[in-house]
Nanobody, 126 residues
C-alpha cells in the first residue's frame, strides 16, 4: 500500500523560500510519476510539477517555472519541491501525489491521473 507524507510547509514573506518534502513508502517499483499539486480555498486543485522516477525528467506548470524545482532522492524514496521567489498567489495546501507509469512520455498533469495522495502541507505567503 503506497503512502505519501508531506512536510516542510509554513508561513513565509513574499520573495522568500520554502522546501517541501514528500516521503513515499509501501512500494519498491521505481517507475512512478511523482507530482506536486496545490489547492487554494475556493479554487480547483492545480498541478505544480511532476518528476518521473525512472528518468528523472521533470515538468512544471507555467506559473511556477523558473521559481520551483522538483527533485528526487531515489535511495530515500523522497520527492522535494524547492520553492523560491514565493508570491502571495502561491498560498495553498500542497499535495504530493503518485501513480505507476510504464510509458515513455512525461508524467501527467491532471489530478485524476494520480492514484495516491498525501494529506497535504499548508504554504502561506504574505
Amino acid at each position: 500500500h503506497v503512502q505519501l507524507v508531506e512536510s516542510g510547509g509554513g508561513s513565509v514573506q513574499a520573495g522568500g523560500s520554502l522546501r517541501l518534502s514528500c516521503v513515499a513508502s509501501g512500494y519498491t517499483y521505481s517507475r512512478f510519476c511523482m507530482g506536486w499539486f496545490r489547492q487554494a480555498p475556493g479554487k480547483q486543485r492545480e498541478w505544480v510539477a511532476a518528476i518521473y522516477q525512472s528518468s528523472g525528467a521533470t515538468t512544471y506548470a507555467d506559473s511556477v517555472k523558473g521559481r520551483f524545482t522538483a527533485s528526487q532522492d531515489s535511495a530515500k524514496n523522497t520527492l522535494d519541491l524547492q520553492m523560491n521567489s514565493l508570491k502571495p498567489e502561491d498560498t495553498a495546501m500542497y499535495y504530493c501525489a503518485a501513480y505507476l507509469y510504464l510509458g515513455s512520455r512525461s508524467c501527467g498533469n491532471r489530478a485524476d491521473q494520480y492514484r495516491y495522495w498525501g494529506p497535504g502541507t499548508q504554504v502561506t505567503v504574505s
